[in-house]
């Protein structure tokens, strides 16, 4: 499974759009790109998930290169609630499906 | 409610015993995923089950089984606890065998090992 690499934390205000990039070198031709939130002691949630170019939802955006080595997960207008640790993960398609997590990028949004 | 039910939602024992963890999937799911979450190690993959049959297997130390009944709720087992076991064990779930999709998470089980 390819490893990937996110800012331990970052910070933002409400009302600004977050960014937050993850790098995935050695992904594979049959690799998904998958993006989970998750507050404290509570279980992770899914947020999104590509293959390539971009992807969009109500919750937030992903954007991937054509080279598909790294990714930018992007959230609108962010609001205190969504303070929280958010992990970039890449998932083998057709595999047995054990999601590697690492650990995540702690973003925490100020009033 | 994210749809997969696990209990008990906090557990207190003493070192050397033994606990069950109960998950039940989300309906129609039929994997169930099994993880330990510590400070220090984050989320750590312990073991999958298919339709009762085990797929994959992580980090799950010897002291540690699982399995999956008939009808899919799946328990993990954890005996000789060690302090170093004390942890939040998540179970999550989704429909195929291999991935294809996210995997829905219940709220998890709070373990304290004393």
């Known amino acids: 499974l390819a490893k990937t690499t996110q800012p331990i934390s970052m910070d933002s205000y409400e009302g600004q759009e977050v960014n937050i990039t993850c790098s995935h070198n050695?992904?594979?031709?049959?690799?998904?790109i998958t993006w989970y939130q998750q507050f404290p002691s509570q279980g992770p949630r899914f947020i999104i998930q590509g293959y390539k170019t971009k992807v969009t939802n109500e919750v937030a955006s992903l954007f991937i290169p054509a080279d598909r080595k790294s990714s930018t997960l992007s959230l609108p207008r962010v609001s205190l609630s969504d303070t929280a640790v958010y992990y970039c993960?890449?998932?083998?398609?057709?595999?047995?499906?054990?999601?590697?997590f690492g650990k995540g990028t702690k973003l925490s949004v100020k009033p | 409610d994210s749809g997969v039910t696990q209990t008990p939602k906090h557990l207190i024992t003493a070192t050397g015993q033994r606990v069950t963890l109960r998950c039940s999937p989300r309906s129609g799911d039929l994997s169930v995923y099994w993880y330990q979450q510590s400070l220090d190690q984050g989320l750590q993959f312990l073991i999958q089950?298919?339709?009762?049959?085990?797929?994959a297997k992580g980090n799950i130390l010897e002291r540690f089984s699982a399995q999956q009944f008939p009808d899919l709720h799946s328990e993990l087992n954890l005996s000789s606890l060690e302090l170093g076991d004390s942890a939040l064990y998540f179970c999550?779930?989704?429909?195929?065998?291999?991935?294809?999709?996210?995997?829905?998470f219940g709220s998890g089980t709070r373990l304290t090992v004393v």
């Open positions: 999550a779930s989704s429909a195929s065998r291999g991935y294809i999709y996210g995997y829905t």
């Open positions: 089950y298919y339709n009762g049959e085990e797929r």
């Open positions: 993960l890449v998932a083998e398609g057709g595999s047995q499906g054990n999601l590697i």
């Open positions: 050695n992904i594979a031709t049959n690799d998904y």
